[in-house]
């Protein structure tokens, strides 16, 4: 069997690039997309490649459907793609009274008009070739809610509700589609966070890496996991 490709998106930093890293290592091929860090995702790529495997660096804004579709036509001319993982989102934190429509929409379209956009045109290979992981960054804000994050909460609760479904309708094709739920993880999203305070409510008592994530996604991508499907799985250190 020929290398397996997988596609992450938002791959320039952070729990995306940790992925890249760790399924190039356990011998997969690897796309990593990014909007602005093009030298970042650059650099990881040429990493990955000394490991002896190819990796591509597709630039463009997953809230753009015509450039998704485009910048995905052109790479499966290229390759054929086995694996995608939803990694991209960002975060625009304000109490819900001060929450702009401008936060709003950036947040919600990156995470789900992002998924959509990215998982869409990859489907119908799937389903032709009866093998494919789909595989969704979500977050416990999705699961439990957190203040400060109407806007965050309500865009990864919906990655997980399109997790729920389109697993459903995948199933019999031998395509998995699952979600992973992080807790707090050591990446620049928490930078701004009160680390402290939150930890009084971590049961492990300290912040996951973006390795222990990437970890728990490299085993979903695996044949492992071949009869997990409809999963939300929480890495939260007990939170």
């Given at each position: 069997m020929s290398r397996k490709v997988a596609l992450?998106?938002?791959?320039s930093r952070g729990i995306g690039a940790a992925v890249a890293r760790t399924l190039a290592k356990d011998g997969l091929d690897v796309i990593l997309t990014c909007v602005q860090q093009r030298a970042a995702a650059d650099a990881i790529a040429e990493e990955l490649r000394a490991l002896g495997g190819k990796a591509w660096v597709a630039q463009f804004d997953v809230r753009d459907a015509e450039a998704s579709r485009a910048a995905i036509e052109q790479l499966l001319a290229e390759t054929e793609i086995h694996i995608v993982v939803n990694n991209a989102g960002v975060v625009a934190d304000a109490p819900f009274p001060g929450l702009t429509s401008?936060?709003?929409h950036r947040v919600v379209?990156?995470?789900l008009d992002g998924f959509?956009?990215?998982?869409?045109?990859?489907?119908?290979?799937?389903v032709r070739r009866k093998w494919g992981r789909i595989i969704n960054i979500s977050s416990i804000a999705g699961v439990t809610g957190n203040r400060g994050q109407v806007n965050y909460a309500a865009?990864?609760?919906?990655?997980?509700?399109?997790?729920?479904?389109?697993?459903l309708e995948l199933a019999s094709r031998n395509i998995t589609v699952n979600a992973v739920a992080p807790g707090l993880i050591d990446t620049e999203m928490i930078a701004s966070a009160p680390i402290e305070e939150i930890l009084k409510h971590v049961p492990m008592r300290r912040v996951g890496t973006a390795q222990e994530v990437a970890d728990l996604v490299a085993f979903i991508a695996s044949e492992k996991a071949s009869y997990m499907t409809g999963q939300v799985l929480s890495i939260t250190g007990g939170l």
């Open positions: 992450i998106s938002g791959a401008e936060a709003w379209d990156t995470t959509f956009n990215v998982t869409q045109p990859l489907v119908m290979p799937m865009a990864k609760a919906g990655l997980i509700g399109a997790t729920k479904s389109l697993a």
